[in-house]
């Protein structure tokens, strides 16, 4: 099991970060290999750059246990997503990518976050998202 599994209703097979970098109520870093959750990866297909937006909210489900240490992460479903802009049409397979995440806006159990996706350094993705 690795560092972020404990924090997701995820599945193992389903869970895309492996490592949390940072975590502080105000921001949480992760970072896991560019690959499609294993359910869905045939090792050669290439990634949409959209997938990103599963990583994107996986760092955010973060945001509660930093909020809050020995709770469980609860935000699971993807409400909306705005803003979102990529330099790239697919994810960088087998590179490692760092997740960061911070919370925007939160009102009950809906919370706002802006979240990029950084490799070999350079942001490749970054987005708005609300989830519920």
Avoid: C, W
Wanted: charged share 20%; glycine share 8%.
């Amino acid at each position: 099991m690795n560092e972020v599994s404990p924090f997701l209703p995820h599945g193992p097979s389903m869970v895309v970060l492996d490592s949390i970098v940072e975590r502080s109520a105000e921001r949480v870093v992760a970072s896991g290999i560019a690959r499609l959750p294993e359910a869905l990866d045939d090792g050669e297909s290439p990634i949409p750059a959209e997938t990103g937006l599963e990583f994107v909210a996986q760092a955010a489900a973060l945001l509660p246990v930093a909020q809050s240490p020995g709770t469980q992460g609860k935000i699971g479903v993807i409400v909306s997503v705005r803003n979102l802009r990529s330099t790239a049409v697919t994810l960088p397979r087998g590179e490692r990518l760092t997740v960061s995440v911070e919370p925007v806006l939160q009102l009950g159990d809906t919370l706002t976050i802006r979240g990029a996706i950084a490799a070999v350094g350079e942001e490749i993705l970054s987005t708005e998202l609300t989830l519920a």
